[in-house]
């Protein structure tokens, strides 16, 4: 018999929405039809949409050793609340930063500990580690993240153009792509001088130093790297549609790059900065409502490629500051952007759950080569979630699982609640109530 049947869900396949129960056995899903036989274990899913569970590749957990911004534990159940059943941590703002195989070991053994869901680790390029890349591939890295700008951590500090031309060659002689944070540090320290000089330490004034061009400029010096390189290049949190563009024109000319936004940046403009204030500081900035439009319109058209949280909480004393430049520049959104995607996207502007689907599940796994994740398909883990679409809710304060409670998304209202989250046929999340009972599991990166 078998062991578990999602029963009668609304399920999002890889090319359609049908309606349709989910076996499941040993954690794979073994079946996806109407009317399946009974099994041991059933969930009634009547009246509710079966999503792919979320894969985060952008996320920063600190762990281990800035627990205290946030962790493996509270950053995973927030992620599970959200829909997710597996993340991809960045190399900081943990410590020590993933920048070595002894660093990495560290790492894999706090998130071991304290994930309650699946997931994998970027290292990192900086300065004087080019030796450590095949060491950390040898770990099962999912690739290589790098600084274009100062990362905020004198321990990860940006590659300048050398070191990161050096990283790309390492990381395509070993099959891995190399992430980057895509802006111009020339521009941003001149701008950035030159406001603090002037006493001009405001909102407007921090947004004014991170300009769109610095973003579109490091897209294309980087682009430039990667066509004589030949490495898979990944551009992560794109705020802005000319950034986008930018990316575009690069594939075209034959660089094998990707483009993932956040959803803050589809949610959120530069006039919410200012009213909001801290808690949506991050850079690249919130952009121009024009900017923000044009990002929503290349993802409807199929020119973005992922859409992950860019989850980056600290503590609250470090979102307190005069100077607004001082303010620690990150965005705590793990839990929302499943939330954002329904709302914004499906129910406002009609994007259909199948590209939501391949957005934040089914490209992660075919990028990053994720055997078995990433789709209701046969053979996958039956990593699932259950989203009631008729139900609304407003986020407060108390909704939130990660460590601090400070987010931009407090007060907004959404449609579509997530009832479960099943992690290889496991309930990890059920009716508003974390219900892990095992740890997830670290997922390498598997060679081609």
Not at 98 to 106: C, K, S
Not at 225 to 236: F, P, Q, S, Y
Not at 273 to 288: Q, V
């Amino acid at each position: 018999m078998t062991e578990l049947v999602v029963r009668g869900g609304t399920v999002v396949t890889p090319t359609s929405v049908v309606m349709a129960d989910v076996a499941i056995d040993d954690g794979r899903i073994s079946a996806v039809a109407p009317d399946l036989p009974g099994a041991a274990r059933e969930i009634d899913a009547r009246g509710l949409t079966v999503l792919p569970g979320l894969i985060d590749i952008h996320v920063h957990f600190n762990e281990p050793g800035r627990t205290e911004w946030e962790g493996a534990a509270s950053g995973s159940r927030a992620l599970a609340v959200g829909g997710g059943t597996m993340f991809f941590d960045m190399p900081l703002n943990s410590s020590p930063c993933t920048v070595g195989p002894a660093e990495f070991d560290l790492k894999l053994a706090a998130m071991e500990r304290s994930s309650i869901t699946d997931f994998a680790l970027w290292g990192g390029i900086v300065p004087g580690n080019p030796d450590a890349l095949a060491d950390l591939a040898d770990r099962g890295v999912i690739g290589f993240k790098a600084f274009m700008t100062d990362s905020g951590l004198q321990e990860f500090p940006r590659s300048d153009d050398a070191t990161l031309h050096a990283g790309m060659v390492e990381a395509a002689q070993l099959g891995l792509p190399v992430a980057v944070h895509a802006e111009s540090h020339a521009m941003i320290q001149s701008l950035t001088a030159r406001a603090i000089t002037a006493g001009r330490t405001g909102i407007r004034d921090f947004l004014e130093s991170r300009p769109v061009q610095a973003e579109v400029d490091a897209i294309q010096r980087a682009g430039a790297m990667a066509l004589e390189t030949g490495v898979k290049l990944h551009i992560v949190h794109v705020s802005s549609g000319r950034g986008v563009i930018a990316a575009l024109e690069l594939r075209a000319r034959g660089a094998d790059i990707s483009i993932e936004t956040c959803p803050h940046y589809l949610f959120f403009t530069e006039k919410d900065l200012e009213r909001i204030g801290a808690p949506a500081k991050c850079a690249p900035p919130l952009r121009s409502s024009h900017e923000r439009q044009a990002l929503w319109d290349a993802l409807l058209k199929g020119g973005i490629d992922v859409v992950a949280s860019d989850h980056s909480p600290a503590p609250p004393e470090m979102k307190r500051d005069a100077n607004f430049f001082h303010i620690w520049g990150g965005i705590a959104g793990g839990q929302s952007t499943l939330a954002v995607l329904l709302t914004a996207g499906h129910q406002e502007l009609g994007l259909q759950l199948t590209r939501i689907a391949d957005l934040v599940a089914a490209w992660p796994a075919r990028r990053f080569r994720l055997a078995h994740k990433g789709s209701i398909t046969v053979g996958n883990d039956a990593d699932l979630i259950l989203v009631d679409m008729a139900a609304s809710y407003t986020l407060q304060e108390e909704n939130l699982f990660q460590r601090h409670r400070m987010s931009p998304y407090i007060g907004q209202s959404f449609k579509g609640v997530v009832r479960q989250t099943l992690l290889r046929g496991q309930p990890i999340f059920a009716n508003g109530k974390i219900t892990a009972s095992a740890p997830g599991k670290f997922v390498p990166a598997s060679h081609p």
